[in-house]
């Protein structure tokens, strides 16, 4: 499998973005996500992506030009929401948050997970991030019961990537809302939990 990673920074992602509105829209629907957006709603979130010098797009092409991956990252300190939401809670943990490059989405066709893409495209952006002044790396990830009913039976549990990759679990959350999709189907607007990992210290 010859799989090419491409990365994109400053006006160049423009031109590509729509990739990983495509790949949200559609995976996010998974679980633990469970995250139903519009056409619309992605891309007044992804013009904070653009607009921010930044962020850094990376994207990964099979070898007949299919984009089976995306990944996107940023200074933490400069993702204002996130930052006021998880900035002094970090502090009080003893984090420094101006220290962190922010991973905000890693996402892959599922036939193309768990073939080491993943790694190559850490490194991509561990590389962005040295490159802006940022020697540690971070993320947020949602938060599932063990028990919740919308797990489905061949989950994959994607904390034993996290920790493999060299990521521990921090007790610094923030809850977002989104419309959410329910046990029943439904989809409603409800606080979701996210827990902030980080890369373990060397």
Request: aromatic residues 12%; proline residues 3%.
């Amino acid at each position: 499998m010859r799989i090419e990673i491409e990365n994109f920074s400053g006006e160049g992602i423009v031109a590509v973005i729509d990739a990983l509105m495509e790949f949200r829209l559609r995976y996010f629907r998974e679980f633990p996500y469970l995250y139903v957006s519009s056409e619309e709603g992605e891309r007044k979130h992804l013009d904070g992506y653009i607009a921010n010098p930044t962020t850094r797009l990376h994207i990964a092409r099979d070898r007949d030009d299919k984009i089976v991956g995306v990944a996107i990252g940023t200074l933490l300190s400069t993702e204002t929401a996130i930052f006021q939401e998880i900035g002094e809670s970090m502090r009080c943990h003893g984090i420094i948050p101006e220290q962190f490059y922010y991973f905000g989405e890693m996402i892959f066709v599922p036939e193309y997970r768990n073939r080491g893409i993943g790694k190559r495209m850490l490194s991509a952006l561990n590389d962005a991030s040295r490159k802006q002044g940022a020697d540690r790396f971070c993320f947020l990830a949602v938060t599932r019961e063990a028990d919740d009913v919308r797990r489905p039976a061949n989950h994959f549990d994607s904390e034993m990537i996290f920790r493999k990759f060299g990521f521990e679990k921090t007790n610094v959350f923030v809850m977002f809302e989104w419309p959410t999709i329910q046990a029943d189907g439904r989809v409603e607007k409800v606080p979701n939990r996210l827990n902030l990992w980080i890369d373990r210290k060397e």
